[in-house]
């Protein structure tokens, strides 16, 4: 019996700590910082729940604690299914920086309910303990059972739970777990309790899950949790793929025209066009990184004899994109579903004309698209009259320089002439930058500067602090609106 509660509680413990990044992801972000601030508040409260569990239990042995310290962390759980965005919020407004924003609500969210799974563990081997020559083999057992919970609640909930019945609902299941393990100790024991806390408990949770009817649509994949929008811009009704807080990924227009919206999309273009106009049109194109897939879609329609191929890390993007975002897919697009790294990595027999990087997520890059190794292979996979254009976001404050010089820094060893346009000149907010590199200079379109990189560092895979660039960054602009 005890054995069973152990795993069940392992399963709820994984199945929670996923969740929990995945709630702060659509306000505060999915960064480095917050999956530190989640994992590290969790052990922390765990191990507190530990000692303050392991002295309990010396104090009382009662089949009954366990069945109130499984009630107790479905009320926690369910605590924080209703009030995760106000608290939220609150540490928004408290802080402006996403480490400390992140720090305090994971306190204020997750640690209560951690700290209650931490109690169970001593207070199980406490109960099953029945001699002390079978210590070993009994807290043996407890652990093997609860380990084998977390390891069943990691993989189902990473490769299924968020990608069938998204984050909120998968709260739901840990609640619905732990009344579960609450009955498995004496079910009769406390019976009119525990049928009025799970009653209670689960008439709202299926309040708290069932969608309401708002003009924003979120979706949980395995990989990332997305939020689609609708509104009016410019007199035009337009709906929005989001991939965090900060920034829009994707846009296209409701009326059934298939212009690119966004200024960075038609820079990217009209530098192929005009490239394409000074040589020859493109054989191949690479994309890195899919969004709603409008701009693949846009080259494959106008350049109907070169080859279009996508890398998109979720391999659920491009059916939202068909579903949300009309994305018809041409004969010569191909969209390779794995990591950017892995893909340029393993791939040998090609070159392209042109390399398109927009991996901006949440107006924030990963960090492993700003080393040195990546750089090389990107270049290694370049035609000799080839260009890389990357779409970037920083401002013209003091505090993004090392942000921008590490992305030019990127590439320019080996692509020495390197060009950028802003979306805003001399702006102090976030704002779009076309990056444009090659081997040998260009005609661009106008508006392309030439930029002297000297003294400029680049980092590698062993070194790369582009979290902490960022953060620098962002403490130093003033907040980009959208």
Not at 20 to 25: P, T, V, Y
Not at 107 to 113: D, S, V
Not at 473 to 481: A, D, I, Y
Request: hydrophobic share 45%.
């Amino acid at each position: 019996m005890y054995k069973w509660i152990a795993l069940t509680s392992g399963f709820c413990l994984m199945a929670f700590e996923l969740v929990a990044a995945r709630l702060l992801a659509p306000t505060i972000g999915s960064s480095t910082f917050i999956w530190t601030n989640v994992i590290g508040v969790i052990m922390a409260a765990l191990a507190f729940g530990y000692w303050w569990g392991g002295k309990l239990a010396d104090q009382r042995k009662k089949d009954t604690d366990i069945i109130y310290l499984c009630l107790l962390v479905a009320i926690l759980a369910t605590i924080v299914l209703l009030f995760h965005p106000a608290i939220i919020d609150l540490a928004v407004s408290i802080f402006s920086d996403a480490r400390w924003q992140g720090l305090l609500a994971a306190l204020l969210l997750f640690a209560p309910t951690s700290i209650v799974l931490g109690m169970l563990s001593p207070y199980l081997a406490k109960l099953a303990l029945k001699t002390t020559a079978e210590t070993g083999k009994t807290v043996a057992r407890l652990s093997t059972f609860n380990a084998i919970g977390s390891i069943v609640g990691t993989f189902v909930t990473g490769f299924f739970l968020f990608g069938i019945i998204g984050s909120r609902a998968t709260l739901a299941v840990v609640i619905v777990g732990m009344l579960i393990a609450s009955w498995l100790i004496q079910p009769t024991t406390l019976l009119k309790r525990k049928i009025i806390v799970s009653l209670v408990l689960l008439l709202i949770v299926i309040f708290a899950i069932t969608p309401a009817e708002y003009n924003t649509i979120n979706i949980d994949t395995a990989t990332s949790h997305y939020r689609i929008t609708k509104t009016i811009a410019s007199g035009r009704p337009v709906t929005y793929l989001w991939a965090g807080p900060n920034g829009i990924q994707s846009a296209m227009l409701d009326t059934g025209d298939k212009e690119l919206i966004f200024w960075y999309t038609r820079e990217i273009a009209s530098i192929v066009a005009h490239h394409a106009d000074q040589t020859v049109p493109p054989s191949r194109i690479l994309i890195i990184g899919g969004g709603a897939f409008t701009l693949p879609e846009y080259f494959g329609n106008l350049y109907e004899d070169a080859e279009i191929d996508v890398v998109e890390i979720d391999p659920e993007l491009e059916n939202i994109a068909r579903k949300y975002f009309r994305f018809e897919k041409p004969s010569n697009v191909t969209v390779y579903a794995e990591d950017a790294r892995s893909y340029i990595n393993r791939t040998k027999d090609k070159t392209y004309d042109f390399i398109v990087i927009d991996v901006f997520s949440d107006a924030s890059i990963p960090w492993q698209f700003l080393t040195a190794e990546f750089g090389d292979k990107v270049t290694e996979l370049l035609s000799d009259r080839g260009i890389v254009i990357i779409n970037f976001i920083s401002s013209d404050t003091s505090g993004c320089t090392k942000f921008f010089e590490a992305q030019i820094a990127t590439y320019n060893r080996h692509l020495p002439f390197a060009f950028v346009k802003s979306q805003a000149q001399n702006s102090q907010s976030l704002t779009n930058r076309e990056l444009v590199f090659a081997r040998s200079n260009l005609s661009l379109p106008e508006g392309y500067e030439l930029i002297d990189s000297t003294g400029f560092r680049y980092y590698t895979d062993d070194f790369a602090p582009i979290e902490h660039l960022w953060q620098d960054c962002l403490n130093t602009t003033t907040p980009r609106s959208n």
